[in-house]
């Protein structure tokens, strides 16, 4: 099979250790040279920001932090930023953190230490996410990618398990979507196919175990391969449908992940043989629909958008963003009547083995 295709590798340093994150982020400081200092953290995370930056000089704490990040957050944490002269952000959090960082960052080019506390991902990529008007817009700019990412799973074992699962699946529907993203090549195939490996292996060790840093490792890990292959191969389908439930609903961003995620790959699975293949193999099942639904059945995953708010009334809304968003070169012709069938059946959380089985392929390749 001869290759033909181009990759893009983002810089960025990735420091990994269980413990290590005060260390890590004082020495990253201090390479740096930076002076102004603002730590972004949840209210729910400040005792572990508070450790995170207890060996550096903080100029200011920010804790506005709000989900999908509306417009205004958004706008009220640059002028903190502009306001103290901000000079470096450490981000301590889950996705909405980085987001709100990242937010920032987009404006001032303030450059950002990323300290993730889930699974989520958004730290290694350089996609950021606004909601205003009920609509989520979503773009790339490299200036939001943060410099350095510090990794310790320590920081994770607070995460409930319920959330643990949910984040982690959230990363592996990153992996997923990067094996037919607008961009799908096969360095980030590779890439997204050790990430389900690892997150495969990790998740269930959290579930039978919340305190394995082992486990909580190779989540790390596996999040991380995520969202490195997604920031290659770009946002696809399951992606556009989650950014609408969210931003449009208010929809909880890592439970609507994890409830969507079998019907995505149910829909498109059979029109892509090679990246089935391989997620097959990841999950180490005969199928990758089957390895996917044997995970979620170890860690008892969200199963319904329905138990999160949405209803059937909100199906149409979805259709109509989604039609105009979603990638050309999807493996499966995505009509408004599809769509539908995906949309309801993750509604109320369906056998997602019915779906999608007499949708015609589409013309595109996929690695």
């Given at each position: 099979?001869?290759?033909?295709?181009?990759?893009?590798?983002?810089?960025?340093?990735?420091?990994?250790?269980?413990?290590?994150?005060?260390?890590?982020?004082?020495?990253?400081?201090?390479?740096?040279?930076?002076?102004?200092?603002?730590?972004?953290?949840?209210?729910?995370?400040?005792?572990?920001?508070?450790?995170?930056?207890?060996?550096?000089?903080?100029?200011?704490?920010?804790?506005?932090?709000?989900?999908?990040?509306?417009?205004?957050?958004?706008?009220?944490?640059?002028?903190?930023?502009?306001?103290?002269?901000?000079?470096?952000?450490?981000?301590?959090?889950?996705?909405?953190?980085?987001?709100?960082?990242?937010?920032?960052?987009?404006?001032?080019?303030?450059?950002?230490i990323?300290?993730?506390?889930?699974?989520?991902?958004s730290?290694?990529?350089?996609?950021?996410?606004?909601?205003e008007?009920?609509r989520?817009?979503?773009?790339?700019?490299?200036?939001v990618?943060?410099?350095?990412?510090i990794?310790?799973?320590?920081?994770?074992?607070?995460?409930?398990?319920?959330?643990s699962?949910?984040?982690?699946?959230?990363?592996?529907?990153?992996?997923?979507?990067?094996?037919?993203?607008?961009?799908?090549?096969?360095?980030?195939?590779?890439l997204?196919?050790?990430g389900?490996?690892?997150?495969?292996?990790?998740?269930?060790?959290?579930?039978?175990?919340?305190?394995s840093?082992?486990?909580?490792?190779?989540?790390?890990?596996?999040?991380?391969?995520?969202?490195?292959?997604?920031?290659s191969?770009?946002?696809?389908i399951?992606?556009?449908?989650?950014?609408?439930?969210?931003?449009?609903?208010?929809?909880?961003?890592?439970?609507?992940?994890?409830?969507?995620?079998?019907?995505?790959?149910?829909?498109?699975?059979?029109?892509?043989?090679e990246?089935?293949?391989r997620?097959?193999?990841?999950?180490?099942?005969?199928?990758?629909?089957?390895?996917?639904?044997?995970?979620?059945?170890l860690?008892?995953?969200?199963?319904a958008?329905?138990?999160?708010?949405?209803?059937?009334?909100?199906?149409?809304?979805?259709?109509?963003?989604?039609?105009?968003?979603?990638?050309?070169?999807?493996?499966?012709?995505?009509?408004?009547?599809?769509l539908?069938?995906?949309?309801?059946?993750?509604?109320?959380?369906?056998?997602?083995?019915?779906?999608g089985?007499?949708?015609?392929?589409a013309?595109?390749a996929?690695?």
């Amino acid at each position: 099979m001869s290759l033909d295709f181009t990759h893009v590798t983002l810089g960025q340093r990735v420091l990994f250790g269980a413990g290590k994150a005060a260390e890590h982020v004082a020495a990253e400081v201090a390479r740096l040279g930076t002076k102004k200092v603002m730590v972004i953290a949840d209210e729910r995370e400040l005792e572990l920001a508070h450790e995170v930056a207890n060996l550096i000089d903080v100029a200011t704490w920010h804790t506005e932090v709000v989900m999908h990040v509306p417009i205004e957050v958004a706008q009220r944490a640059r002028r903190v930023a502009s306001d103290n002269a901000i000079d470096l952000m450490v981000s301590v959090g889950g996705g909405s953190t980085t987001g709100l960082a990242k937010a920032i960052a987009l404006t001032s080019g303030i450059p950002i230490i990323a300290v993730p506390t889930t699974y989520a991902g958004s730290e290694a990529t350089n996609v950021w996410g606004l909601t205003e008007n009920e609509r989520k817009t979503t773009g790339t700019d490299d200036k939001v990618l943060p410099l350095t990412v510090i990794y310790d799973s320590e920081l994770t074992l607070s995460l409930p398990v319920a959330m643990s699962v949910a984040s982690g699946l959230n990363g592996l529907a990153h992996c997923v979507d990067s094996l037919w993203g607008p961009k799908a090549d096969p360095i980030n195939a590779a890439l997204a196919a050790e990430g389900i490996h690892a997150l495969n292996q990790g998740l269930p060790m959290i579930v039978e175990d919340p305190s394995s840093i082992e486990g909580r490792d190779l989540a790390l890990y596996g999040a991380y391969l995520s969202a490195v292959s997604f920031s290659s191969a770009g946002s696809g389908i399951h992606h556009k449908l989650c950014h609408i439930l969210g931003g449009t609903f208010n929809l909880p961003h890592a439970q609507t992940h994890a409830a969507v995620l079998p019907y995505v790959l149910a829909f498109n699975a059979p029109h892509a043989p090679e990246a089935e293949t391989r997620m097959a193999a990841a999950f180490g099942a005969d199928t990758a629909l089957a390895g996917l639904q044997r995970l979620r059945t170890l860690l008892d995953a969200p199963r319904a958008l329905a138990d999160y708010g949405f209803t059937a009334e909100g199906i149409p809304t979805v259709v109509e963003q989604a039609l105009a968003i979603i990638p050309d070169n999807n493996p499966c012709e995505v009509t408004a009547d599809n769509l539908t069938e995906l949309l309801t059946a993750a509604l109320n959380g369906e056998d997602p083995a019915s779906i999608g089985q007499h949708i015609p392929a589409a013309t595109a390749a996929h690695v």
